[in-house]
């Protein structure tokens, strides 16, 4: 998707519809992106240029929402009517429902609570208008606000060095989870930079986006005309195109922008499937093989002694596929038998049950250019669900993961997505035997590892990955995973910990975009003032149940599953069932003492940051959810704004009640005038 934002502009300003869609479609752009809810006629203009909007809910969560019930109801209201009315029109793509709600409010109100609002309403507009694309614009100050349920991860980023750009962007494919990732802003300002430096850089941005396989990139914005909160803003130029509707540099550059595919691989790749029984899946996997880019490569399946027909299906459907037949030896046998027939430079092993995309190994190969990385790969992804049954397996804990040591390293890749260099597999003695079902993968990694091999990890090179077809199929894969648990236990025994788990170093893939929730430490910085508030959940969280089929139904087999999938490891590893429960830290919080000043756009919340630090209250740590502590006392401070010129400043004291009442008292003397306007 290559996206403008467009708009709000002064109304006695703005220019004709037809005449900017005509430019910004010449421009290459075929999505606008608005900040409001637009009327049917830009909906019908849009669609006449050829243009895909998404629409912006507009409300007011720039004050504490949570504490003002109408505030939220009135956003929810008008969401559901505009719907009503325009969710049927062709050009519309989507909705945005939220853009950037403070971090200094989210903290005030409670990361998981403001989360949790955020995706009710991302509900009630998956309800009424299912076949739309529903997302929150979140921003670096809020990484750890992720709604579990929108359609793609949407963030607005305005960094201006390349390789700061890249990186956080890796990051962020990682906080998507499964689902795809969108620039949802990205911009420079012609004013303070210059026309020049703004084409430069959005050139850049645009490439890097591509690069770093985003599903879509949002230039911010179409025009320096722009109005915010009732007022038009004339010291920012943000704009392709100036306040007399003149093109600027930036608009060439983005006119001229073409995203082209990733070149052909530089190495040779063996493909590697392995099978038993596997008649009734195998053709959509080598038919997915037999469509990727990256020709020539060679293609082997090990055939692991079915009686399904298996081979006979293979050598009658897919005669350029390289056939070699076993007698029943294992995965592990079968794969180092595939390695063995091999010719290509790299091994690129996947599971009759995957679907490959179409470029996985042009994206694999990527990875190789470094001498240093010995063995690359990335997700598998589950297929949309069909039925509540697929929706609640592909939600269950227990599904085969990548695990990373940062964004692009990796300390265990599954072996349905998993690429190494021939010479390095062979150095390390390829897969073992012991391991007939599962685990291998797990040993594989850690011998690599063990031996000083990297492993590299890359979002766009994906397999999909069919899960077990129903829940008795998937509890016996869990009982599997649990035998082969026990066996890589007794091989590395310095792995594991006293329950039996494995102790990874690295973060342990969920598929669910990483969001706030219980155990997650955020790093906001001091006071919460870091630009980039950071999370670290070490378990990553798990895909949730399709808004399609999240009944009560679903919701309950879903929770039994969270309690079976462990059990059934458990009691394969062990022969015990129950988990070892730890006592829990409860930690007494003391009582709390809220007050609010009213204020104009002088006295924002550093302002009293800055007072209180000048009379001895220091920062409460880069973890804390306060921001100043003193003698024992702690104080949280946020500020809403209420409107053109209004603000109010809220503040929330833990500690003394005497002190709590004393600070309130003296922050209010320091404000007499504003006490005496009302304010």
């Keep these: 998707m290559k996206a403008v934002t467009y708009g709000p502009f002064p109304p006695e300003k703005a220019f004709p519809l037809s005449d900017d869609f005509a430019k910004i479609r010449a421009a290459g752009f075929d999505t606008i992106r608005m900040f409001e809810m637009p009327a049917s006629s830009l909906l019908d203009e849009a669609h006449r240029a050829g243009l895909m909007v998404f629409a912006g809910l507009r409300w007011n969560h720039y004050e504490d ?74 921003y670096p100050s809020t990484e750890y606000l992720e709604p579990g349920n929108a359609d793609f991860s949407a963030f607005n980023i305005y960094l201006e060095e390349k390789e700061a ?38 050139g850049w941005a645009l490439e890097i986006s591509h690069r770093e396989e985003t599903a879509g990139f949002t230039a911010y914005a179409w025009c320096d005309l722009w109005l915010n909160n009732g007022r038009e803003i004339l010291d920012w130029d943000f704009g392709l195109t100036d306040r007399d509707g003149s093109e600027k540099p930036s608009y060439e550059v983005c006119s001229s922008f073409k995203a082209n595919p990733p070149p052909p691989p530089a190495h040779t790749f063996s493909v590697i499937v392995c099978t038993r029984n596997g008649g009734k899946r195998i053709a959509s996997c080598l038919a997915a093989i037999a469509r990727m880019d990256g020709q020539p490569f060679e293609t082997i399946v ?29 995965l592990s046998a079968a794969r180092n038998v595939g390695a063995d027939a091999a010719n290509g430079q790299i091994l690129a092993f996947t599971d009759d049950d995957c679907e490959p995309d179409h470029e996985w190994l042009v994206r694999l190969d990527r990875a190789f250019h470094d001498p240093a990385i010995s063995a690359a790969g990335g997700p598998n992804l589950p297929p949309p669900a069909r039925s509540e049954r697929e929706s609640v397996i592909r939600a269950a804990p227990g599904a085969p993961s990548h695990v990373l040591l940062d ?68 509890l016996k894969q869990q009982l599997g995973y649990g035998k082969a648990e026990k066996l890589l236990q007794a091989k590395h025994p310095e792995r594991f910990g006293n329950n039996g788990e494995a102790r990874w170093q690295g973060f342990v893939y969920g598929g669910g975009a990483v969001r706030v929730g219980g155990g997650s430490i955020i790093y906001h910085g001091a006071m919460g003032q870091a630009g980039y508030q950071s999370i670290v959940n070490r378990m990553l969280p798990l895909r949730p149940i399709d808004s399609a089929f999240r009944t009560p139904r679903a919701e309950f087999l879903l929770r039994l599953l969270e309690i079976l999938q462990p059990a059934a490891r458990r009691w394969a590893r062990s022969r015990w069932i129950m988990p070892q429960f730890q006592k829990p830290d409860f930690t007494e919080l003391g009582t709390t003492h809220e007050f609010g000043i009213p204020g104009d756009e002088t006295k924002f919340r550093n302002h009293y940051l800055q007072t209180l630090l000048a009379k001895g209250w220091n920062p409460a740590g880069e973890t804390s959810a306060w921001d100043l502590e003193k003698d024992g006392n702690r104080i949280l401070i946020a500020t809403e704004r209420c409107g053109p010129n209004l603000t109010r400043t809220l503040f929330r004291v833990s500690g003394e009640p005497a002190a709590a009442r004393a600070l309130e008292h003296n922050m209010k003397m320091n404000e007499p005038q504003m006490e005496a306007d009302g304010r």
């Design 302 to 330: 090990v055939d692991d002694g079915s009686t399904d027909g298996t081979a006979a299906l293979v050598a009658a459907k897919f005669p350029d596929v390289r056939l070699i037949s076993i007698p029943p030896s294992g």
């Design 65 to 138: 929402f949570l504490s003002k019930p109408s505030i939220f109801s009135s956003a929810r209201i008008h969401l559901a009517e505009w719907l009503g009315k325009h969710a049927a029109h062709p050009a519309l793509a989507g909705v945005y429902v939220g853009n950037e709600i403070p971090a200094d409010l989210v903290r005030w109100m409670g990361p998981a609570a403001v989360r949790e609002a955020v995706e009710g309403l991302i509900d009630l507009g998956k309800r009424i208008a299912p076949y739309l694309l529903f997302a929150y614009a979140n």
């Design 165 to 202: 750009y890249a990186a956080y962007l890796r990051r962020l494919q990682n906080i998507a989870g499964d689902r795809p990732l969108v620039v949802s802003e990205f911009g420079m300002d012609s004013a303070r930079n210059t026309p020049e430096k703004q084409a430069e850089t959005l």
């Design 407 to 474: 964004d692009t390293r990796a300390e265990h890749l599954p072996g349905c997505n998993i690429a190494v260099r021939r010479e390095v597999f062979h150095a390390v003695g390829g897969f073992d035997p012991l391991f007939r079902t599962a685990g291998d993968d797990v040993d594989f990694c850690w011998r690599l590892s063990d031996k000083g091999h990297r492993l590299a990890f890359l979002p766009g090179a994906f397999v999909w990955h069919w899960r077990r077809p129903s829940i008795v199929t998937f």
